[in-house]
């Protein structure tokens, strides 16, 4: 079972998956990365890592308090070491329940209510 939780602008949104094995085994198949011929594969990241990192990047907004999406996309960035992991913490942080986005005029502000 998955479950998601969040809000899609104001709206909540609390979603629950029931996938079977064979669910499980489509999905992660179709989640990996087929490698090039000329270049071996990718190491996978221990899920350790992956808990690890969305701590820091929790920590990041709970310590600043308050940032803008622009500012902290590239603390984000900085953080996790790529822009492509940036932009996922940043959405994962939009939907999360302890962080409140606001309108700020050009970019969003991202607020920690959490704890």
Do not use: C, F
């Not at 999406?69 to 942080?93: C, H, Q, S, W």
């Amino acid at each position: 079972m998955l479950r998601i939780r969040g809000t899609i602008g104001d709206l909540p949104v609390d979603l629950t998956l029931e996938l079977d094995d064979g669910d499980w085994a489509r999905l992660g198949a179709q989640l990996q990365a087929t490698p090039t011929a000329s270049a071996p594969a990718a190491p996978v990241a221990p899920v350790k890592h992956n808990d690890d990192l969305w701590q820091s990047a929790q920590d990041l907004l709970r310590n600043a308090g308050q940032l803008s999406g622009l500012e902290l996309l590239d603390r984000l960035e900085g953080l996790a070491g790529d822009a492509a992991a940036g932009k996922r913490l940043l959405v994962r942080l939009r939907h999360s329940a302890k962080v409140k986005v606001a309108s700020g005029g050009d970019t969003p502000l991202y607020s920690w209510i959490g704890d």
